[in-house]
């Protein structure tokens, strides 16, 4: 049964390049449905914003504004990283935002982020649920790192993809300017999976791709490595190494981490690319390590069209679900064809998507192990495709801004 009422939409964890045309999708779709839905609200900074009753009210916001959003990177609405507890253990965050929703006559909230997100979803709606309170809860898919169970891929990691392609082509053409070359490691975000340092794989379709290619999902062995990258630099003078920040050891360890925790207990990444690059070096060979970093879920202007359209899509869908009185569920992206491209939107629980993690699969992977192979290029490819022209004034960049 429909609830008429007022909508509240959130953003969480790393953003996207991407993550913003998902709210104007939900934005837009809500206002098309004002029979239903009276007033849009957007939490400033995800669950905090909820916690500290500071939402942004959409109500009398210019157009010119929204459309505005699929241009901007960034989380416009504001993230954050907040771990709630099971409400079996601490009950007081959950009676905060029951009170918030009641003062504000939340009856449909859309949750837009990744794996810690969707659990933050399911943990919400079903306390709801058990308080009676009548509001449905859809999880938004985001996340560049393409991790996401269930779902063929997550809106943002198109982009990543592309934004990683490209610089990889680029960093390759100008590393073959000279005679006698370096080196090159670039680290490419991805803790568990492999998706985003596997995406360099598509530089190759300019002629200026990878040599080597190092992924999370396959255990690290530093000699071989060393190996891999001296066979390279012997034949071509230079050897263009992307590497994903997740590698680890045989044991199980990373290859390059911090004891630094963030707030859902993982711990920070970084600095591998450096960390090779010494072993490199003391090897003989001219080295220089490049380390991509929040650039690749920051690069609108290098956004795929595709990926683009498709967090539109799913956040208009994520309303349609909405308003069909379903709840508790994530929207997904299932894909039908590859030749020529075709997907469908879906649904599925949150509880099968929250906390679970989806990586690259073997039969992507090359026998040597430090490469993918064309599955995923097939893969990939589609996902890249189009360019989201950039809106300029006076030479600058435009962005939309909302409670800053």
Known sequence: ??????????????????INASAYGIITQSLAHRDIIDKIYCCHHGIDGILNDDLIDLSNVEIEKIELLPHTPGAAFGSVR???????????????ILNIFKKYNIRFFFYNGGNDSMDTCNKISKFLKSANYQCAVIGVPKTIDNDLPITDHTPGFGSAAKYIATT??????????YGKGRVTIVEIMGRNAGWLAASSKLAEMSGY???LIYLPEVTFDLDKFVEDVQKIYTKKSRCLVAVSEGIRDKNGHFISESQMLDAFGH???GGVSSYL????????????????SLLQRAANHLSSMCDINEAIEVGKKSVEVALNGHSDKMITIRRIDSHPYKIVYDETDLALVANAEKTVPSNMISKEQNNVNQEFIEYALPLIQGENKPIFKNGIIQFAIFGK
Request: proline fraction near 3%.
């Open 267 to 269: 711990k920070q990444m």
């Open 1 to 18: 049964m429909k609830s008429k009422g007022n909508v509240l939409y959130g953003q969480s964890g790393g953003p996207t390049s991407v």
């Open 277 to 292: 690059a010494n072993i490199i070096a003391g090897k003989g060979m001219k080295t220089r390590s490049i380390e991509l």
């Open 82 to 96: 907040h771990k709630l507890k099971s409400f079996n253990d601490d009950i007081s965050e959950y009676e905060r």
């Open 168 to 177: 990889i082509a680029e960093i390759g053409c100008d590393a073959a300017s």
């Open 209 to 211: 791709g990878p040599d």
